[in-house]
């Protein structure tokens, strides 16, 4: 009886430190009609914000929010030419969605979000809303390049005809492997094959490690794009999140445990320029290090959202955590 009440005391406990966490994330970042705040990035919103919180609140079975998020996605960024959505929202702006193009990040977040909410809820109109996100996926940013398939960061401006630019953050490994298992579909296994093998030979510099943007060329040589700053940085430190979520043990992970493990915790430098080899002259924040612990096999459990965190690092510390949680199931 002593061990019964135990465990129903712990269950308890967790469930309110879940929610915690979760309703912290949403008085701080979502806003009553379902539209996430990027507190870091002028208050405006985006397509990965939006499969972000909706990932959260699915995972934590909170359909209300969930709805009200999908809702205003659905309603505000869906691009009804070709059934992806805006990438980016701007409420001052004169036109909010001035930038017709897409995210596909954000697409398949959304999409993600939408097949777990059809399993989390027995909904089939979830699933449905999943699908015709994915075959639009499919049909305006899957390409066979250089004898790779790829995923374009968007249906408009990334195929160059002599190099595409990718960006590996991106290769949301998961997401891919949850398309392939509802629909069956080759392609999904081939842009896992191909994206493992892409990120496997992204290494550059000292630190070893892919850049936010690689430019692909069309006889397969990569470098870091002209076009950004040669650096692993705010984007591509989610690349290492997405491949331990879908392959806890990967072996794609280990030049990012070297690189971090030259540095002290508290000292880990927040990006590094992999041509010039120099560091950032700060350390990483609350949710850079989130993905770091993650990485590392450091596994903490409930984040705590605090007031220094702005959107993008509390995001990033719910996602190692729901990624905690799916690897523990």
Not at 173 to 201: E, M, Y
């Amino acid at each position: 009886m002593l061990v019964r009440m135990l465990v129903a005391m712990t269950v308890l406990m967790s469930s309110f430190a879940h929610a915690d966490a979760w309703e912290t994330y949403k008085s701080r970042f979502v806003q009553p009609d379902g539209r996430v705040v990027d507190t870091g990035n002028g208050n405006i919103s985006h397509t990965e914000g939006q499969g972000f919180a909706m990932l959260m609140a699915v995972s934590l079975d909170d359909r209300q929010t969930f709805d009200k998020l999908w809702q205003w996605t659905n309603t505000t960024l869906k691009n009804k030419d070709n059934g992806l959505f805006y990438w980016r929202y701007n409420p001052v702006a004169p036109n909010p969605v001035a930038d017709k193009n897409d995210a596909t990040d954000g697409d398949m977040m959304i999409a993600w979000a939408l097949l777990k909410a059809q399993k989390q809820w027995r909904d089939n109109s979830y699933g449905t809303a999943s699908d015709e996100i994915t075959r639009s996926l499919l049909k305006y940013t899957v390409i066979n390049y250089a004898g790779y398939r790829v995923m374009l960061p968007g249906a408009h401006g990334f195929n160059l005809n002599t190099h595409v630019n990718l960006n590996p953050s991106y290769f949301i490994f998961p997401a891919w492997q949850a398309f392939s298992d509802r629909s069956h579909l080759v392609v999904w296994r081939d842009l896992i094959r191909d994206g493992k093998k892409l990120v496997g030979k992204m290494g550059w510099g000292n630190a070893n490690l892919p850049t936010d943007w690689v430019a692909l060329s069309a006889d397969g040589k990569m470098k870091p794009a002209d076009e950004w700053k040669p650096r692993m940085s705010y984007d591509a430190i989610r690349i290492p999140l997405y491949i331990r979520w879908y392959e806890p043990n990967s072996p794609l992970l280990t030049p990012w445990k070297v690189w971090w493990q030259k540095s002290q915790r508290a000292q880990t430098p927040a990006w590094v320029n992999v041509l010039s080899n120099e560091t950032s002259p700060y350390p990483m924040n609350s949710g850079l290090l989130a993905v770091r612990d993650f990485t590392l096999g450091d596994n903490p459990g409930e984040p705590q959202i605090t007031p220094q965190d702005d959107y993008y690092a509390a995001s990033l510390k719910m996602l190692t955590w729901l990624a905690e949680r799916d690897i523990a199931k």
